[in-house]
């Protein structure tokens, strides 16, 4: 079965920076669309950042513009979010999304906490 397994994320500072990673399994990983996501405690999960199957194609919220990147290696069957310049503001749950065949598949979140 399909499952997406997110690691990396911990507190830092403001300012400082985290790699999130998040291994798949149980798809053909380099068919996919990628995509991480973020939930803030009382507020709704939004999209960050998404790549194409090829990783040649991303995109990003405005909020996370010129600070993160996403990556992915289809070899590893891993889906990377270099988080550089963090604000508090970026507390969250963050997630790996896969939309397989007409359904959302989510992993179990990583949360990153930003604070002094």
């Known amino acids: 079965q399909v499952q997406l397994v997110e690691a990396g994320g911990g507190l830092v500072q403001p300012g400082g920076s985290l790699r999130l990673s998040c291994v798949a399994s149980?798809?053909?990983?380099?068919?996919?669309?990628m995509t991480w996501y973020r939930q803030a405690p009382g507020k709704e999960r939004e999209l960050v950042a998404g790549i194409r199957s090829a990783g040649g194609s991303t995109n990003y919220a405005d909020s996370v513009k010129g600070r993160f990147t996403i990556s992915r290696d289809n070899a590893k069957r891993t889906m990377y979010l270099q988080m550089n310049s963090l604000k508090p503001e970026d507390t969250a749950m963050y997630y790996c999304n896969a939309y397989i065949w007409g359904k959302q598949y989510w992993g179990q979140g990583t949360q990153v906490t930003v604070s002094s």
């Open positions: 149980g798809f053909i990983f380099s068919n996919y669309a």
